[in-house]
């Protein structure tokens, strides 16, 4: 069990989840979560989303999306055949 506060950041009363746990559900920055008491207790359920490219893309290292030598030749490349 991780014992967590409660801070204040604006008007707002914020929790922070743990890294492990964020990643342990598959969690990302923007991940939507339902919100629901029980038993007296706070619980969160990750919300399924249905898969995009931008979600797909949110998980990604940052240098991958970095223009290569291969890809600026292929930008740069001048049409060949009949493409417009």
Partial sequence: MTAIAVRQSGGANIVSIPKAIVKTLGLHVGSKLDMTIKDNK????????????????????????????????????KPTGKET
């Fill in 42 to 77: 706070i619980v969160l359920t990750p919300i399924k989303e249905e898969a995009s490219l931008e979600v797909l893309l949110a998980g990604s290292p940052k240098e991958c999306f970095k223009v290569t030598e291969e890809d600026r030749e292929w930008i740069d490349a």
